[in-house]
């Protein structure tokens, strides 16, 4: 029995090393994402997915299916020493002139200064929902995870399960809520020296390239889209992803009561992240917005 079980065992090894050897690339990234931009400036190193970026390029990855609604979490550590002039995005986007967008976009910096995680919103193609905070650690260090969820009730941007910014589904009001359209999920690292760091007075230096920002893993919970759902079969996907009883398909715990809002404890973190870390929000910009944007009151 013990012999049987030895040579199963090389059996297993054996395919394995057949499969290595054929060069066959086996990244536990491949079932969720495929590269979009610049393939040979994405490095897979065993656990590890890296973008790139240096004189010649950018990169980017995008989730293989669309979803509506659900929690994606990247674990990420960012561009280490002189990040200057870089931004490394995580963010879901449908498609389209009225698209709708949820950003973590992350402004790097010189040497020893700090990283800002700037977030924003499109809805129906409108942007202009920018808010900025620093980290209470060093991003760069270690990885961290950055977490969207995405419900009918709200939009909560999430650090190591810190909520750093809700957007409520404020319909009630008239206010717009990305309701109905799917949306993939995807990552980019490109230069932005013209506006990323102090507003684009600090140039990327590239004697510093390659900037390197690396993927330990990446979940995606979701609705997922059917590909074949064109405009006439996207109101039954839907239907079938929004469901009116909350979590009535179980699987779905994304949209069940409890992820309506925030707990208790939640709101706690948030209103500490905001306090101590936010350093721009749109909400509070007269120069830029004479009139409050609508949705930034109760
Ligand atoms: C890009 O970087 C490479 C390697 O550092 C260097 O050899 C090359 O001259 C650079 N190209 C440009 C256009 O700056
Ligand atoms: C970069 O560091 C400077 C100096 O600490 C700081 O003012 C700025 O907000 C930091 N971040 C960006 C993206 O400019």
Do not use: L, R
């Given at each position: 029995m013990e012999v049987r079980n030895a040579c199963a065992c090389w059996l297993v090894l054996l395919f394995w090393v057949a499969v290595a050897a054929t060069g066959v690339r086996c990244s536990k990234f491949d079932d969720l994402v495929q590269p979009s931009w610049a393939t040979d400036h994405i490095i897979y190193e065993g656990e590890l997915l890296k973008l790139k970026l240096d004189n010649s390029s950018g990169a980017g990855f995008a989730s293989k299916s669309k979803y509506l609604y659900g929690k994606v979490t990247a674990e990420l550590k960012l561009v280490e020493g002189d990040s200057a002039g870089t931004v490394t995005a995580f963010y879901m986007s449908s498609d389209g002139v009225t698209h709708n967008e949820f950003d973590f976009e992350f402004l790097g910096n010189r040497t020893g200064e700090p990283y800002l995680v700037q977030t924003n919103l499109y809805i129906n193609g409108l942007g202009n929902r920018e808010q900025r905070m620093d980290l209470w650690?060093?991003?760069?260090?270690d990885f961290h995870a950055y977490s969207i969820l995405w419900n009918p009730r709200q939009v909560v941007f999430l650090v190591d399960d810190t909520p750093v910014r809700v957007f409520s589904n404020k319909e009630k009001h008239g206010i717009a809520f990305p309701r109905d359209q799917p949306m993939g999920v995807y990552s980019s690292i490109w230069n932005a020296d013209d506006w990323a760091t102090e507003g684009g007075r600090v140039k990327t230096d590239w004697s510093h390239a390659p900037f390197l920002a690396t993927f330990r893993s990446l979940r995606i919970d979701g609705c997922e889209?059917?590909?074949?759902?064109d405009a006439a079969g996207g109101a039954a996907e839907v239907q079938r992803c929004s469901a009116s009883e909350w979590g009535k398909e179980g699987r779905y715990w994304w949209k069940e009561k409890e992820m309506e809002a925030l707990s208790l404890h939640q709101s706690h973190q948030l209103i500490w992240a905001r306090a101590n870390h936010?350093?721009?929000d749109y909400c509070n910009d007269p120069g830029r917005f004479p009139t409050q944007p609508p949705e930034c009151g109760k």
């Open positions: 650690f060093d991003p760069t260090a889209w059917a590909p074949s759902a936010m350093v721009y």
